[in-house]
Every structure is written in C-alpha cells, then in structure tokens.
C-alpha cells in the first residue's frame, strides 16, 4: 500500500528563519512521482514540484528547496527565509507510476509565519 | 504549467437538492480527471478517476449513485451531488494531468448545504 506521512501538523516561526517540512513515503513501485503543493487559505492547490524516483538531485527554486532522499523514503521542503506570504498548508503527494497522476496526499503541514 | 479550471467555486444548496460542479482542462486533452475532497482542516481524499467516454472508477466508501461523474468529452468531466445533505459540506477539487504525470488542480468548489 501507499503512504505519505507529514508528521508535523503545524508549524510556527518568524520572518527570515529558515524551515523544513518533512514527508516520509511507503511504496512498493520501484517508479514513482513525488510532488509538493501549497494550499494558501483560497483553497487552490499550488504546485511546487515533482520528482519522480530515479532522480535523487537535490533541487533548488529561490527560496525554496526539496532533498529527496530514497535510503530513507523521504522528501523535505526547506524554505530559506521565511515570508509572511509563505503561510499555507503544505501538501506532500506520492503517484505510482501506472496511476496516470492519482494522488496519495499526506496529512498536510499548516506553516504560519508570523512578521 | 496546464491550466484546470473549475466551476463554481463556490454554491450553496438546500438539503436535497443536486449540484453540478464542472471540471475543464483549457489547454490540454485529458481522458482522465481524478475528483477529490477535503473536510476542513484535513487532507485531500481521492473520491473517484473520471474516464473519458467510460464509467467512472469510484474509491471504496464512495457512494457512486450519489456522487455522479461525466467525463464526456477530452476537456470536460462533471460531478453532480444528488440529494445533498449537510453531510456533503465539502471542498471538492478535480486534478488532471497533461502527460499523465504532473497534476494540476482546479480551483476547487466549496459546497454548503443548508
């Protein structure tokens, strides 16, 4: 079976501190999809990224940045310098390779940054 | 990145009545759309995969009388919520996927029913 844990359900800091959001993955398929998305309070889901699983580069977009670690089944997020604009829930997804873009989401993450 | 949008984003029904809510993918074909929904303060729940020119595959505990799916042409899938009940109060959003990779969201749909 497929799973996707977010294990921190909220996260509080302050303008410019830096943070990571962890997501911790379960699958069987040996090709699959790792996404991010952000969901700001409107409700729209916001892609961030998609990895699949062969490609274990770290990526990097501004502030953002993803560490995909297959030895230990993880994904996190890290945001350099935090912004107020940054407050959302965060959304870590995982897709196999044959579902055509069905998504397992994990808990969410609700990151408040305060000014 | 593609472009879904969705329509409305926002109805509010009285109990019993059926609500149509419309998934359009604008700039690709999609012969697949997925439909999910979202409780406050909760994850995204796949409901079903919606196939074009075929029945819908419905997730286990979704009620497929209930929460009926159309997918009748490459750019449009529909949901319908027959006999809302409060119950149904929901964020509903639908997903599709250009190369059947990468998904992009609707805007979503935030039913209430009174």
């Known amino acids: 079976a497929q799973k996707v844990t977010q294990a921190q359900t909220e996260i509080s800091v302050v303008e410019k501190e830096d943070v990571t959001l962890d997501c911790v993955y379960e699958t069987r398929d040996t090709t699959y999809y790792l996404f991010w998305y952000k969901q700001p309070p409107s409700g729209e889901l916001v892609f961030l990224i998609r990895?699949?699983?062969?490609?274990?580069q770290n990526e990097i977009s501004g502030r953002y940045s993803w560490n995909f670690q297959k030895s230990t089944s993880s994904f996190n997020f890290t945001i350099t310098a935090s912004q107020v604009v940054d407050s959302a829930v965060y959304f870590c997804a995982l897709s196999g390779d044959n579902q055509g873009g069905k998504l397992i989401f994990g808990q969410g993450t609700e990151l408040s940054v305060k000014p | 990145g593609a472009v879904v949008s969705q329509h409305p984003s926002w109805v509010i029904c009285k109990s019993g009545t059926s609500v149509k809510i419309e998934c359009r993918s604008l700039?690709?074909?999609?012969?697949?759309m997925f439909w999910y929904r979202q409780f406050p303060k909760q994850s995204l729940m796949l409901m079903a995969t919606?196939?074009?020119?075929?029945?819908?595959?419905?997730e286990q505990g979704v009620e497929k009388d209930k929460f009926l799916i159309n997918h009748a042409s490459l750019t449009l899938s529909t949901l319908t919520v027959t006999s809302a009940h409060p119950e149904d109060s929901s964020f509903y959003i639908c997903?599709?996927?250009?190369?059947?990779?990468?998904?992009?969201f609707g805007q979503g749909t935030r039913l209430t029913v009174v």
């Open positions: 997903s599709a996927s250009p190369q059947g990779r990468a998904a992009f």
């Open positions: 990895r699949n699983s062969f490609d274990e």
């Open positions: 919606s196939n074009e020119g075929s029945k819908a595959t419905y």
């Open positions: 700039d690709f074909q999609a012969t697949t």
